[in-house]
């Protein structure tokens, strides 16, 4: 296997940093529910809630719609949230948006819990893939072309999330 480096580990760290204030401050005073979507999203969600001063609880959501490389064009539920969302601000703490068929998936299925609002926090956007409308990603750490990446909690067929960077692999 053959990739290269896309962002450093200092790269990652200064960005989420940036993402974290600026969420500190559209929800100064307020009180947020951070619903990380397993399990490419949990590193980047334990660096960002580091940085946050805002009072937030946690909860989680694993939804599967890849089989190695490729996305198989169906979401699977597979764990739900815990919490009672109803007339709380939901912020999804996710690893990458492509198609964007996933967070539309969430959106609708968390819409159903009537809570006061949602809004996405995605640390890698890939526009070029892009199939549904959805245009709703709120905070975004960085925009990639369009190629497989992994690391910093992502992976590759089940390995590589350890990696302290974000790889892509080389085609």
């Known amino acids: 296997m053959i990739f290269t480096e896309m962002f450093s580990k200092q790269m990652i760290a200064v960005r989420v940093e940036e993402v974290a204030a600026q ?7 307020q009180e947020v529910v951070l619903v990380c979507i397993l399990k490419g999203a ?3 969600m334990a660096d960002l809630m580091r940085h946050l001063t805002i009072p ?7 939804l599967c719609s890849y089989e190695g490389v490729n996305s ?14 109803s007339g709380k601000n939901v ?5 990458i948006i492509d198609t964007g ?6 959106r609708q299925h968390l819409m159903r819990k009537n809570p006061a609002s949602v809004r996405f926090c995605v640390l890698l956007d890939n526009p070029v893939r892009r199939i549904d409308n959805c245009d709703k990603v709120d905070y975004t750490g960085f925009v990639i072309p369009n190629q497989f990446v ?7 067929n089940g390995k590589y999330r350890n990696l302290p960077y974000i790889a892509a692999l080389s085609r």
């Open 91 to 95: 912020i999804v703490v996710e690893d």
């Open 23 to 29: 969420l500190n401050a559209d929800y100064a005073g």
């Open 150 to 156: 992994f690391g910093y909690g992502m992976d590759y």
């Open 42 to 44: 949990v590193v980047f």
């Open 101 to 106: 068929c996933t967070i539309e998936f969430i």
């Open 56 to 62: 937030v609880s946690v909860d989680f959501m694993q």
């Open 72 to 85: 198989t064009g169906k979401i699977d539920l597979d764990l739900d949230l815990t919490t009672n969302i």
